[in-house]
């Protein structure tokens, strides 16, 4: 990158990100850092800015909790799991019902098979002008059409 593909927004993104001392930002964008920074007075004054965020938290006091509160804490959570349902367990019937699939589907192929067979072999009586090969199947009209159609 060379300083113009280093901008000023590229370089308060740094500054957010790794705080306002060059030194801990990435050893590939200090260089262009530095040279934007000798340039540029709204780079100088964005890493002021950091600096002086820097400042303050260093200063703030991390909070103190005390151990009575921490368990306090920790019980009331346990106290909270208890009180939660327990877990549905995981019901075999829940997948029979996908299972019963296959013998439904077995099922109903074997009917249709049965079916196209008593009606092929003739044990049903065929109508009295069995003309064309739907008749002989033991086609039947309906309307003045045949539910096979004409093959």
């Known amino acids: 990158m060379t300083l113009k593909e280093f901008s000023v927004t590229d ?14 930002w990435p050893a590939d964008t200090r260089a262009r850092a530095l040279m934007l920074l000798a340039h540029s007075g709204e780079a100088r004054a ?9 400042a303050e938290l260093d200063r703030a006091a991390a909070p103190a909790v005390s151990d009575e509160r921490a368990e306090r804490v920790l019980a009331r959570l346990s106290e909270r799991m ?3 349902a327990p877990p549905v367990p995981y019901s075999l019937t ?8 296959w013998p439904t589907a077995g099922f109903l192929a074997a009917m249709g ?3 196209f ?11 009295a002008s069995a ?13 003045g059409t045949t539910y096979f159609g004409s093959l």
């Open 11 to 24: 370089f308060g993104r740094m500054a957010e990100l790794y705080g306002g001392d060059i030194e801990r």
């Open 117 to 127: 067979l008593v009606c092929a072999s003739g044990l049903l009586p065929a109508p």
């Open 46 to 54: 964005i890493l002021d800015g950091a600096a002086a965020l820097d």
């Open 131 to 143: 003309t064309d090969f739907t008749s002989a199947l033991g086609g039947t009209t309906y309307a």
């Open 113 to 115: 098979i049965a079916g």
């Open 82 to 84: 208890d009180d939660l």
């Open 94 to 101: 829940a997948a029979r019902n996908t299972l019963r699939l």
